[in-house]
């Protein structure tokens, strides 16, 4: 891990690329490490609600976003963040607002941006930005229902050396044993922020255009940046086996529970037919 000042075990948004499956449970192990592990919310896309990582983030209240207008957004910020983030005493609320990572959807990206005259990125995907607004506007005191502001934004580029990126099976089946990861930290005050949400979206598109820079700098010195030193991390492995056998509980139950509903919705089926 690099940082650029000590991590502080208070409330903050951490906006993080997103490489591969993978980047989750590291995440997890990075939390757990600054014993923050308990004290996460998440921002989860809405089309994984009912996965077998979907089901245990409803379990945990985490918040689920889909696209919509900014008004929507914002009312269901409210919501959720009133009865939820603060009332529970939660410290890190990890998001991923590059959140597409199959190559088909990075080529979509990419277009897009292209359309849009805005960075085209390679090594990462370029960001969303109206949950990200939504959530800044109210963590820094602009939506009123809330009882409290958050000072710090973390901002944290994830970084794989080896033959590939870390997807969920890998960390599963205990394939990775080649593959080191790396990450930078940096903390941003969201008081320095720009006010307008244009310029709170090109806030974003310069982060990720510098996580860009950073990975690309990385790939060939082996720095994100110039002279930094990194701390290595070290995880109980009895921390990690719980982490693997409860992983395998709730996929073996999702799983299960959805081929019990494939079984019934065979047999109301072949009752009408």
């Known amino acids: 891990v690099q940082r650029e000042r000590p991590v502080q075990r208070k409330r903050a948004m951490v906006l993080v690329n997103h490489q591969d499956s993978g980047d989750v449970p590291i995440m997890m192990c990075i939390g757990s490490y600054f014993s923050l592990a308990h004290n996460t919310s998440w921002i989860v896309d809405e089309m994984f609600k009912w996965t077998p990582f979907g089901v245990p983030s409803q379990w945990h209240n985490d918040f ?21 983030y603060f009332e529970r005493g ?30 085209v990125l390679y090594n990462c995907c370029l960001p969303r930005t109206t949950a990200f607004v939504a959530i800044t506007q109210a963590f820094r005191g602009e939506v009123k229902e809330l009882p409290e502001q958050v000072e710090d934004i973390i901002d944290v580029t994830l970084m794989y050396k080896g033959p590939r990126d870390l997807c969920m099976s890998d960390i599963l089946m205990g394939s990775y044993r080649n593959t080191e990861v790396y990450a930078n930290f940096r903390t941003f005050k969201m008081a320095d922020l720009p006010k307008e949400e244009a310029d709170l979206q090109t806030w974003l598109y310069d982060r990720y255009q510098e996580k860009e820079d950073m990975i690309t700098r990385f ?20 921390r990690l086996l719980g982490s693997l056998v409860f992983w395998y509980i709730t996929a073996f139950f999702v799983y299960d529970f959805y081929k019990s509903m494939y079984g019934h919705l065979l047999s109301l089926a072949s009752g009408f037919l």
């Open 90 to 119: 939660l410290k890190w609320l990890i998001f991923f607002p590059g959140g597409r990572i199959s190559e088909e959807q990075r080529r979509e990206a990419r277009n897009w941006a292209t359309r849009n005259n805005l960075p």
């Open 219 to 238: 790939k060939e010195n082996g720095q994100f940046t110039e002279g930094a030193s990194f701390t290595q991390l070290h995880q109980s492995k009895g």
């Open 64 to 84: 689920f976003s889909r696209e919509g207008n900014k008004e929507v957004v914002i009312k269901r910020i409210k919501k959720h963040f009133s009865t939820t």
